[in-house]
C-alpha cells in the first residue's frame, strides 16, 4: 500500500502553536514567560484622523510627526505596508536613539530595511520581538534577522506574541512616538488600522512590558 503523504502544516496551524507553544523548542531566544497585563489611560490627548488612500505616501497624508501629546489615527487601504511608515518616520525624528519593534512575523524586505537604517546611522541601538510562527516558519529571514540584530549589539526574542507595536525615541528632540496597529511588517492587501503617538508616559508603558518580554 502507498504511503500517504505527510500533511503539510498550514499558517492556521503554526498560529496554533504559537498560541499554545511547541514542548522543547525552547532556547534562550525563545520564552514561555507573558509579559504580565497592563493597562495606561491617557487623560488627555489631541487627535488627528487620517486615510492613506490608495497611490498616497505616508508624506501625502501625513507631512508631520504628531506633536507632544497628540495621537494620529490612520486606516490604510493595504497599498502600504507597517514598515512602509518607518523610514519617513525616522527621518521626522532626525535619529531613533532606540528603536523597539513587536509583531507577529515579518518579511525579507523589511529586515534588510532595518538593517539598512542601522548601518547607516538612523538607529542607535534597536530590540526586537516576534511571535513564535516567524521563528519556526520564516527560518531564513529569522536567521538573517538575528545574525544581523546580534552583530549589531541589538537583542531578540520570540513569544507567544502577537502584539503589532514600534517605539522610536529621540530624546534630544523631545520624540517619543508609539506606533499601536494591527499590520505585521509584511506586504498586506487588507484595510489596516494605526494610531500614532508622541507621549512619554505612553512610550514608558509599552517599554516595560517589552523589556519584560526581552530579559524573562
Given at each position: 500500500m502507498d504511503k500517504k503523504p505527510e500533511k503539510q502544516p498550514?499558517?492556521?496551524?503554526?498560529?496554533i502553536d504559537d498560541i499554545l507553544g511547541v514542548a522543547g523548542e525552547t532556547d534562550l531566544l525563545e520564552t514561555d514567560h507573558m509579559p504580565a497585563g497592563r493597562k495606561h489611560t491617557r487623560i488627555s490627548a489631541r487627535r488627528r484622523f487620517e486615510?492613506?488612500?490608495?497611490?498616497?505616501?505616508?508624506?501625502?497624508?501625513?507631512p508631520e510627526p504628531p506633536?507632544?501629546?497628540e495621537s494620529i489615527h490612520i486606516i490604510g487601504t493595504g497599498e502600504y505596508d507597517f514598515w512602509t511608515f518607518v523610514p519617513q518616520m525616522i527621518d521626522w525624528i532626525g535619529y531613533a536613539a532606540h528603536l523597539t519593534c513587536s509583531t507577529w512575523t515579518l518579511n525579507r524586505q523589511n529586515a534588510i530595511e532595518f538593517l539598512e537604517l542601522w548601518d547607516?546611522?538612523?538607529i542607535g541601538m534597536a530590540d526586537f520581538l516576534t511571535g513564535l510562527y516567524f521563528k519556526r516558519r520564516e527560518t531564513a529571514v529569522y536567521t538573517m534577522l538575528l545574525e544581523g540584530i546580534r552583530a549589531r549589539?541589538?537583542?531578540y526574542r520570540a513569544f507567544r506574541n502577537h502584539a503589532k507595536v514600534l517605539l522610536l525615541e529621540n530624546p534630544d528632540r523631545d520624540a517619543w512616538i508609539t506606533v499601536?496597529?494591527?499590520a505585521n511588517l509584511t506586504a498586506n492587501p487588507r484595510l489596516e488600522q494605526y494610531v500614532m503617538?508622541?507621549?512619554?508616559?505612553?512610550y514608558d508603558f509599552h517599554r516595560t512590558w517589552t523589556e519584560e518580554a526581552l530579559t524573562t
Open positions: 498550514t499558517e492556521t496551524d503554526y498560529l486615510r492613506v488612500q490608495q497611490k498616497e505616501s505616508l508624506l501625502d497624508i501625513i506633536g507632544p501629546g547607516a546611522g538612523k549589539g541589538g537583542r499601536e496597529g494591527s503617538t508622541n507621549d512619554r508616559a505612553l
